[in-house]
C-alpha cells in the first residue's frame, strides 16, 4: 500500500522567512495530494491541494510542488507571519475518485517567532 | 471551503457508559465519510470509512463492535463509542469528501475530544 513520509518533524521560521515542507510517497499511481493546516484542539482545515496532472499549483503566500517522477511534493509558505504555526499535514491518495483512502504523513510542527 | 460540524466538542463520560458523537456537512452533500483518531503530538489515524445506506468499513484492529457507524443520510453520520474505557480517551475526528464535476475534496470537522473516567 501507499506510505507517506514527511520532512522536517519541526520547523522554526523567523517572521516574513519562507517555510518549506517535502513529503515522499511509495506508489506511483498516487494521484491527489492535499496538504492540512491543524491548530492546538481543532480539526485539520484544508490549506491547498494538487492532482498528478499538475506540477505546481499557488495560492497566495502558499504553493504546492509535484515531482511526480521523484515521487515527492513540498509545501512552500512565502512571507511567513506567527498565525502560520500550526502542524501542518500531508497527504496523498490512490484512485482519489474512486474512493481511494488518503494516507497521512507524520506532520510537522511549525513554528513561526515574532 | 466547504463546513463539517461535529458534536459535542468535548465529552466527559464514566467507565462503561455509550458516548456518540455526531458529524454533518453543512453545505454539501457527502459521498463517503471517514472518522479517524488522533492521539497528542501524532499523526491522524482512520477508524472506518462510512458511506450513506451501507456498512461501514473498518481499518483493521479496529473494533466494529465497540466503535459503532452509522451513516443515515448524505450530510450526517455519527460514531458511538459503546462501553468507553480509559483507554478509548482520544480526539475523534470526522471528515466529509464531496464534490461536482468529478472533482471531490475531503473537509474535516472540528473534532471531539473524548475523556474517559
Known amino acids: 500500500g501507499e506510505n507517506v513520509e514527511q520532512h522536517p518533524s519541526t520547523l522554526s521560521v523567523q517572521e516574513g522567512d519562507s517555510a518549506v515542507i517535502k513529503c515522499t510517497y511509495s506508489d506511483s499511481a498516487s494521484n491527489y495530494f492535499p496538504w492540512y493546516k491543524q491548530e492546538l484542539g481543532k480539526g485539520p482545515q484544508l490549506i491547498i491541494d494538487i492532482r498528478s496532472n499538475v506540477g505546481e499549483k499557488k495560492d497566495q503566500r502558499i504553493a504546492v510542488t509535484l515531482n511526480k517522477t521523484a515521487k515527492h511534493f513540498s509545501l512552500h509558505i512565502t512571507e511567513t507571519q506567527p498565525e502560520d504555526s500550526a502542524v501542518y499535514f500531508c497527504?496523498?491518495?490512490?484512485?482519489?475518485?474512486?474512493?481511494?483512502?488518503?494516507?497521512f504523513g507524520q506532520g510537522t510542527e511549525l513554528s513561526v517567532k515574532p | 471551503g466547504a463546513v463539517v460540524s461535529q458534536h459535542p466538542s468535548w465529552v466527559i463520560c464514566k467507565s462503561g457508559t455509550s458516548v456518540k458523537i455526531e458529524c454533518r456537512s453543512l453545505?454539501?452533500?457527502?459521498?463517503?465519510m471517514f472518522w479517524y483518531r488522533q492521539f497528542p503530538k501524532q499523526s491522524l489515524m482512520l477508524m472506518a470509512t462510512s458511506n450513506e445506506g451501507s456498512k461501514a468499513t473498518y481499518e483493521q484492529g479496529v473494533e466494529k463492535d465497540k466503535f459503532l457507524i452509522n451513516h443515515a443520510s448524505l450530510t450526517l453520520s455519527t460514531l458511538t463509542v459503546t462501553s468507553a474505557h480509559p483507554e478509548d480517551s482520544s480526539f475523534y475526528i470526522c471528515?466529509?469528501?464531496?464534490?461536482?464535476?468529478?472533482?471531490?475534496?475531503?473537509?474535516f470537522g472540528p473534532g471531539t475530544r473524548l475523556l474517559v473516567l
Open positions: 453545505d454539501f452533500q457527502a459521498t463517503t
Open positions: 471528515s466529509a469528501r464531496g464534490g461536482s464535476g468529478g472533482v471531490e475534496t475531503q473537509y
Open positions: 497527504a496523498a491518495s490512490l484512485y482519489y475518485n474512486q474512493g481511494g483512502k488518503l494516507i
